[in-house]
């Protein structure tokens, strides 16, 4: 069977982190196979201008598990605000709230963070809250919902959070499992070139 999110991270050659742990273990599939999937994937590859715009805006897309229309309309947002444009886009992604979620420890990927407010276990300023695609503000406070904190994905979170260090726009009470947006995101390190992302919906 294909592990679809692995072949997409070797189609974009980079490691966006969707697997969760596996992609922090040598199980890492950049560490076994770091090269292009298929019969072809260890030829050198040459790829136009547009081409490589096109693949950056793709990581940013499968990394955040966007659709394109999701992604078009938050460059819409950001280029229409004052300020640097790549700038806004990235702080517009990272102020979804499955990313928030995700940034804060209390779930090992965005995809997990998406299914856990889908499903009702995240709470937002103490009520469930269930829309991924919401946009956190300063002062807003995300939490693990007291009656989901006995199922499995969150019995040991506390403990595997001992470690975790968040980002320094959020901080995380790691006994309670509550979090809180402290300010908006700033200098968070993504793994594309968001000038290229830009560039592309730019033209």
Not at 88 to 98: A, G, N
């Amino acid at each position: 069977m294909f592990n679809t999110k692995e072949k997409k991270e070797r189609s974009l050659g980079a490691n966006l982190f969707l697997k969760a742990h596996r992609c922090n273990s040598p199980k890492c599939v950049h560490t076994r196979k770091g090269y292009r999937p298929g019969q072809h994937g260890q030829a050198r590859h040459s790829v136009s201008d547009y081409g490589q715009l096109l693949n950056e805006k793709q990581k940013v897309r499968v990394s955040y598990g966007l659709r394109e229309s999701s992604l078009a309309r938050l460059f819409r947002t950001a280029s229409k605000n004052p300020g640097n444009t790549a700038n806004l886009f990235v702080q517009l992604l990272e102020r979804r709230i499955d990313n928030a979620v995700f940034r804060m420890g209390l779930a090992p990927s965005r995809a997990v963070a998406r299914q856990f407010i889908s499903h009702g276990h995240i709470m937002l300023n103490g009520r469930k809250h269930t829309i991924p695609s919401y946009e956190v503000h300063v002062g807003d406070k995300l939490s693990v919902r007291p009656q989901s904190r006995n199922d499995a994905a969150f019995k040991e979170l506390s403990e595997s959070l001992k470690k975790y260090e968040t980002p320094a726009w959020l901080r995380l009470d790691r006994e309670k499992l509550e979090g809180e947006v402290v300010s908006l995101p700033k200098d968070q390190e993504v793994p594309f070139d968001v000038n290229l992302v830009i560039d592309y919906y730019s033209k």
